[in-house]
């Protein structure tokens, strides 16, 4: 489940794309915090961010929004499904891409889109870890149908210091689980999802409230999402982000981090403004990639801070810093501190020109 506002929202609505968003996401109702019996123990009504947004504010599966996006494309550019890059080539007049399974071929530019985990970064840039900056979390993610309680448009969630499970209830009757738990070794790998399921089983197995009967869900799930928590970090203003002809956009270029809840819009605002440079620029592409960094790249690292303070939100180090934020919590109840909670990291300052 991602968040979807701001900026994203606005470049979601000149691509057309509203009404089809908004019909596949969720209106959330309330957040709530329960004790390991059950018992709620802070919480806010969710319209807070309704307020904030003016409306503009809705929280939907990720597939769905990808869903919608490559229905608005389907059969009007090329699509190429179950092959990678292999190998980039630059010349002054193309890019030379090889792949593994197709044949190699040239083109104009090359936009890599593709991750925390980018495969165009790695090859052009160099390894992952001169950019992966990692915030001490991980972090996964499952769904399962039949799953009993159901709370309607209520995100709830049980933390314990160091680790937090939600869960969210989606249409056909299916449930969207969350886990997030610190881990300060950034190197452990746990490849394979028997070996991740069993990380999590040990890691929830003492948890109170449902943990146990959301581990046998886990059990039961044929998918699930299992990754480090981190941002990538390619300053910008030393031109970071493009090498020659390659530019890089969304998590590939400048991941804010899962956690921050608004990787998808950010990424859409910087295609949009990619894509606009582009078209003013009538061939030099490389005054246009100038441009996309010089009006994202400030945006982009305000995101980044405030994706690292809020971090600690939904793995509270302490039973301190547990009930402290179970505190701020329940003083959201009340509008004017919610509101001046919210706007700080809801309100995007960034104005998208207009191509």
Known sequence: ????????????????????IESKGYRVQEVRVVD????????FAADTFFRVARGRYTSLPRGELAASIFGAIAGRVEIIFGDSVARIEQSRRCVHVGFEHGPDRDFELVVGAD????NVRMLVHGAESRFERYLGYRVAAFEATGYRPRDELAYVMYTQVGQQVSRFTMRDDRTM???IFRDESPDRADHGVPAQKARLRTRFARGGWECAQILDALDASPDLYFDRVSQIRMDPAQGLWTRGRITLVGDAA??????AGQGSA??????????????????????????????????VAGKQQAARRFAGYF????????FLRNQVMNLMTIPWIADRVV?????DQIELPRY
């Open 315 to 322: 793995a509270p180090r302490s039973k301190l810093s547990l």
């Open 266 to 299: 950010l990424a859409m605002v910087a295609a949009y403004i990619l894509a606009g440079e582009l078209h003013r620029a009538r061939g030099d592409y490389a005054r246009a990639y100038e441009r996309y960094q010089e009006l994202l790249g400030p945006f």
């Open 177 to 179: 689980f969350l886990f």
């Open 115 to 118: 991750g925390l985990h980018s």
């Open 343 to 347: 706007v700080r990291d809801m309100v």
């Open 1 to 20: 489940m991602i968040d979807f506002f701001g900026a994203g929202f606005d470049v979601a609505e000149r691509m057309g794309l509203l009404p089809t």
């Open 36 to 43: 390991g019996e059950g018992r709620r123990v802070a919480g």
């Open 254 to 259: 400048c991941c804010v981090s899962l956690l």
